[in-house]
């Protein structure tokens, strides 16, 4: 057998050339979690662009003079909206933190009613089993309060440290002006500094990775603030009517970070709830919170095809996949970063992935 060095060698380079790739978006990933004020406030900018030439083009302002209009009115919302959210989400936190014990002690004497009320003589069950379900959802209540005392916590935490967060969102807020009134110097200066090639290839992949992972992020953001504001909404009124809803921003943060997540969606959260409720009694809140999902699922179906105009082409087990890799990689919050690395990924090696990966690789052409 002849051992082809030249073939060899173009299939060295093309791994060569893959892994720099790879470890060149492992690097971008941490600078951008280092870098999270500004890549934050690049994301705002683009989301505020339109806008911004929108008062130029009806007005003929400068660019400078439309960018500080749009400018104090989002930073006002935003900023606005941080104060009102840090205050009650300390509130409220503090509230489910110390009721916790109480909530998990009455879901248990639940399911003991519950299990008592049906006849297990038909289906003849030991008592053995039954103590074994009943000490494993035990353990399950216990679990399950120990993951959520420790998202209050660090939910808390974060809330609290008021510093931190007063520098970051100061740095978010400082460097969204200066990439909204200095866009075309910042450009100029990116291109000056870097060379022709590298400026060529950047560019071509910003504008794909843009109308791609920008668009369906901007459409998913978009989609998922409405979700948020109708469960809030929705949950308030509940509340103001007299309904027992204790703690409805964290439960309307908890239903849009769902409906956040591929796949799944915000009945995830909305129909166990509306079901415990009914066990426990209370069936008129069970239904308004159906009534609630179902307001939500049509306004959402109706503005979905009109936001997300294709798709981003990721099969849902592809797309599972990149979840649960993102979520033993780095906690939940991986569920939502794993599919928007997978659609970078796809997005960078689209060539290699239509030809077919290893046939590219270790072709012999």
């Known amino acids: 057998m002849i051992f082809d060095v030249s073939y060899w060698t173009r299939v060295a380079k093309r791994i060569l050339y893959v892994a720099f790739i790879l470890l060149g978006l492992y690097i971008g990933l941490k600078l951008s979690i280092f870098y ?148 075309i110097y910042i450009l100029d200066q990116i291109e000056y500094h870097l060379p022709k090639v590298w400026v060529k290839k950047l560019r071509t992949h910003l504008i794909d990775l843009i109308e791609t992972l920008g668009g369906y992020l901007k459409a998913e953001a978009t989609l998922i603030l409405v979700s948020f504001i109708i469960s809030l909404v929705g949950l308030y009124v509940l509340e103001f009517t007299g309904f027992n809803i204790q703690y409805p921003l964290l439960m309307a943060l908890a239903i849009g970070f769902v409906d956040a997540l591929p796949i799944l969606g915000s009945g995830t959260v909305m129909i166990p709830w509306a079901i415990l409720c009914a066990i426990n009694g209370d069936i008129n809140l069970g239904i308004a919170i159906i009534v609630l999902l179902i307001i939500m699922s049509v306004v959402r179906q109706v503005l979905e095809p009109k936001l997300v105009s294709k798709n981003i082409g990721v099969h849902p087990i592809f797309t599972l996949i990149a979840m649960y890799t993102g979520f033993q990689v780095i906690g939940v919050m991986g569920l939502l970063i794993g599919p928007i690395v997978l659609i970078i990924f796809k997005n960078i090696f689209a060539n290699l992935i239509d030809k077919g990966v290893f046939k590219t690789i270790f072709d012999r052409r």
Do not use: H
């Open 36 to 183: 999270m004020p500004f890549l934050v406030a690049f994301i705002i900018s683009l989301m505020i662009e339109p806008a911004i030439k929108l008062i130029m083009r009806k007005t003929n302002l400068t660019r400078r003079t439309s960018s500080i209009i749009i400018f104090t009115i989002v930073s006002g919302i935003i900023l606005g909206t941080l104060a009102w959210l840090i205050i009650t989400l300390f509130s409220e936190s503090s509230s489910l933190l110390q009721g916790l014990n109480d909530y998990f002690d009455k879901a248990y004497i639940q399911f003991q009613n519950l299990i008592s009320t049906f006849n297990f003589d038909k289906i003849r069950l030991s008592n053995e089993i039954l103590t074994v379900i009943e000490n494993s959802t035990e353990d399950l209540l216990t679990t399950a309060s120990n993951w959520l005392r420790g998202a209050l916590t660090g939910l808390l935490n974060v809330v609290t440290s008021l510093p931190s967060i007063a520098i970051c969102i100061g740095i978010t807020v400082v460097a969204l002006y200066f990439i909204c009134v200095d866009k």
